[in-house]
């Protein structure tokens, strides 16, 4: 099993940078791929970014150019960095942890069995 808890959300002014940590935890936790994904209400969860215990990354198209996903395999976190925030980046974020035999369909929510409880972001213009 994984658990997973995020930090760093808060309430920024546009064109502000913020970093969002995920802290994992479990035996299985170190082979896990984590993903980002964030939701607005009404809306359906969206995919961000993704990270397999190796370091490879996948970003979506939403994510290039603004956001930054790293790994700290030491500390066993993964970090969302995302730069020029926008009102439009204002949702909860969350951490998901997927675990081998990994999913192909990285960007989809059932490609992750575990789940952080969130953190909100809020963008003031």
């Known amino acids: 099993q994984v658990q997973l808890v995020e930090s760093g959300g808060g309430l920024v002014q546009a064109g502000a940078s913020l970093r969002l940590s995920c802290a994992a935890s479990?035996?299985?936790?170190?082979?896990?791929?984590i993903g980002w994904f964030r939701q607005v209400p009404g809306k359906e969860r969206e995919f961000v970014a993704r990270i397999t215990f190796s370091g490879s990354t996948y970003l979506s198209d939403l994510a290039k150019g603004r956001f930054t996903i790293s790994r700290d395999s030491a500390e066993n976190t993964v970090s969302l960095e995302i730069d020029n925030l926008t009102p439009e980046d204002t949702a909860v974020y969350y951490c998901a942890a997927g675990l081998p035999p990994y999913s192909t369909s990285v960007d989809l929510p059932g490609a992750y069995m575990y789940w952080g409880p969130g953190t909100q972001v809020t963008v003031s213009s």
């Open positions: 479990g035996p299985t936790s170190r082979r896990a791929a």
